[in-house]
């Protein structure tokens, strides 16, 4: 059974920091493209930021140089650091993994963690 189990959400002063994780367990990580989405409230979910198995990295224009996606593939993790954080960045965050089997695309989803940056 695969499970994608986030933690480290919470409630942060606006400027402040959060480091979100994402423990993966029952796929090896190290083969699928990690990501962090979000939903807001009344919107829908997007892309927060994404490695791919070799590394690479992708980040949504508004949290380039505040964000931060890092994976620990020997414990099967996959982090967010955010820092810098608006209010804007208030939403629910969803850890994912990303694979193509052949052409069929093979995706998880973690239950979300809760970011509230509030003063």
């Known amino acids: 059974q695969v499970q994608l189990v986030e933690s480290g959400g919470g409630l942060v002063q606006p400027g402040g920091s959060l480091r979100l994780s994402c423990a993966a367990s029952?796929?090896?990580?190290?083969?699928?493209?990690m990501g962090w989405y979000r939903q807001a409230p009344g919107k829908q979910r997007e892309l927060v930021a994404t490695v791919s198995s070799g590394g690479e990295t992708n980040y949504a224009d508004s949290v380039k140089g505040r964000f931060t996606i890092s994976r620990d593939n020997a414990q099967n993790t996959v982090y967010l650091q955010m820092n810098s954080l608006k209010a804007d960045d208030t939403a629910v965050y969803y850890c994912?993994?990303?694979?193509?089997?052949?052409?069929?695309?093979?995706?998880?989803w973690g239950q979300g963690t809760q970011v509230t940056v509030s003063s």
């Open positions: 994912n993994a990303a694979r193509r089997r052949g052409t069929i695309p093979i995706q998880y």
């Open positions: 029952g796929i090896i990580s190290s083969i699928y493209t």
